[in-house]
């Protein structure tokens, strides 16, 4: 089993940045493809950026964020971050990161298997 906590979440205005974490435990991190997923009210929950394991070599993102985000991750400290700049209100959801276990690197929801609770990002006008 893997445990993942989201924190970094909150309120930012209209262009600001944040960074958000995911704290994984109960595996080998390294071993861990991870992605961040986001889900807006009413809406069904979308990819948003994946790093392959070990080094993180590959990296993706949805069209919606790519220049904006970048996924990062620090196996000695068994965390993966979303940095985001330039937000707009349209990034308003929340944000949840997801473990795959024996793949490299994947974009796809279904093939995640351990997802943290999320934290919630805000963005205003």
């Known amino acids: 089993q893997v445990q993942l906590v989201e924190s970094g979440g909150g309120l930012v205005q209209a262009g600001g940045s944040l960074r958000l974490s995911c704290a994984a435990s109960g595996r080998t991190f390294g071993s861990l493809a991870m992605g961040w997923f986001r889900q807006a009210p009413g809406k069904e929950r979308e990819f948003v950026a994946a790093i392959s394991w070990w080094s993180g070599s590959s990296t993706g993102y949805a069209d919606s964020v790519k220049g904006r985000f970048t996924i990062s991750r620090d196996n000695a400290k068994n965390t993966v971050y979303l940095h985001m700049n330039s937000l707009n209100p349209e990034d308003t959801a929340v944000y949840s990161c997801?473990?795959?276990?024996?793949?490299?690197?994947?974009?796809?929801?279904?093939?995640?298997?351990?997802w943290g609770q999320g934290t919630q990002v805000t963005v205003s006008s």
């Open positions: 997801a473990a795959a276990s024996g793949r490299f690197y994947t974009t796809r929801r279904n093939e995640y298997d351990y």
